[in-house]
């Protein structure tokens, strides 16, 4: 039975792709009646009083509303020891922000009728079947035990991060240690693996709690990409392109970055122990920072792709659309909204839901924060985030290549000069 607040959120949803559904974003330059234009023009001494006070080496930010770019900005360096300036069309890994398009991807197939969101994922990778649960774990040694799973981990257990898969390297620290035994990786950096092999690798492994019963960060999405392989026959690289990227004239997003776009990459830092900022080096946390670069064959769907704050505004804007954009149907209007809509029993944080693909923010969510209930949005390992706020036809973000920040309130203070520059 759905509950009022469903309800409401599904007829707002409808109005809000009836009325969006053909816009595409337009960069004139035109003002609109419904921004505070000196408002908006906050945001410079906001980002350029980090960049001078040496918190965080370059920005770009980008804010689109009712379809019309209204701001989209680079602030200080790509590349902080050559003096190299930001630009608003640099480059960005974009780790996690990855996974929506992946999501987007499965439901490109659901939407052909070529998977359930209840089909078991042994269906399409036999090595998921009879799942097993983490019961006791000894650290010392790295044994554990397990008891039966009592239902298969489905696709919409993955899509909703349900499934009771753990992250490699960032995940708990028993999920860790039977990962690492495993020789999986979180996917950033990984080159030269098979993903449907490492996928195959990870069926075998227990998972860390009941599928459906909690939510829990990992590498669900990356068995999604494994699974769009499977079923299309092509590379997930192939397969976003044919289906995403180029429909939707992504020209900047990449899993392998082309030579003649290397110059827009972004450099990344991160803090020593004085919190003072400092390149990523090669072997920083086992990854190097120029795997874009790097020719590979390993397509994670969680955390693979890099790409600009354009593209991706872009692709948010064919969400909320509805799933076109600019004459091209990607997603119907019907996943569209299942993809938009709450699909937890549970607030997953405490005050958001989750959809399948991005977090949903609720009524509890958006008591104490700027972005309207049923905003979707999520972010990235390196430091991008982003939000589409379907109530103000709103898609905004920041993005940096720095982890971790000691300042981070950075992109929380971004989002309230964006708000506020709203009349």
Request: proline letters at 4%.
């Amino acid at each position: 039975m759905k509950t009022f607040y469903q309800i409401v959120l599904l007829i707002f949803l409808s109005n809000v792709f009836s009325c969006s559904n053909a816009q595409t974003i337009k960069t004139s330059g035109a003002q609109l009646a419904s921004v505070d234009y000196k408002r908006l023009a906050n945001i410079d001494t906001l980002i350029n009083g980090y960049v001078s006070r040496d918190w965080v080496k370059g920005v770009v930010t980008i804010v689109v509303k009712d379809g019309q770019v209204v701001q989209n900005k680079a602030y200080g360096y790509s590349d902080a020891e050559t003096k190299k300036l930001m630009q608003p069309n640099s480059i960005f890994r974009i780790a996690s922000q990855t996974k929506a398009i992946v999501s987007t991807g499965i439901l490109i197939l659901y939407d052909e009728g070529k998977l359930s969101l209840y089909d078991p994922v042994s269906k399409y990778i036999p090595e998921f079947a009879h799942e097993t649960v983490l019961d006791s774990f000894h650290m010392s040694d790295t044994t554990y035990t397990t008891v039966p799973a009592k239902r298969d981990i489905t696709i919409k257990d993955l899509l909703t991060h349900t499934s009771g898969i753990d992250y490699p390297e960032i995940g708990t620290d028993k999920m860790k240690a039977i990962y690492a035994k495993a020789g999986l990786r979180a996917g950033m950096g990984v080159i030269n693996d098979n993903l449907i092999d490492d996928m195959k690798k990870l069926g075998k492994l227990p998972l860390a709690f009941q599928p459906g019963e909690q939510w829990r960060y990992g590498l669900s999405i990356d068995v999604l990409g494994a699974v769009i392989e499977v079923i299309s026959g092509e590379s997930l690289e192939e397969f976003l392109h044919k289906n995403i990227f180029e429909p939707l004239g992504m020209k900047d997003t990449w899993f392998n970055l082309p030579q003649n776009e290397y110059d827009r990459l972004t450099t990344v830092y991160t803090e020593d122990s004085l919190h003072h900022i400092i390149p990523w080096s090669k072997t920083h946390l086992n990854i190097d920072p120029d795997y874009p670069k790097i020719t590979h064959q390993y397509f994670s769907g969680g955390a693979g792709l890099s790409s600009t704050a354009f593209d991706y505004a872009v692709f948010l804007q064919m969400i909320m659309n509805g799933g076109t954009y600019n004459g091209k149907t990607i997603l119907s209007k019907r996943t569209t909204e299942m993809m938009l809509h709450p699909q937890l029993d549970f607030l997953f944080n405490g005050k958001n839901n989750f959809g399948l693909g991005f977090e949903i923010v609720t009524d509890k969510g958006s008591a104490d924060g700027s972005r309207n209930a049923g905003t979707f949005d999520w972010g990235g390992y390196f430091g991008t985030t982003y939000w589409a706020d379907p109530k103000e036809h709103l898609i905004c973000l920041i993005m940096t290549q720095q982890t971790p920040n000691s300042h981070y309130q950075l992109s929380s203070q971004f989002e309230q000069l964006v708000y506020a520059s709203l009349k």
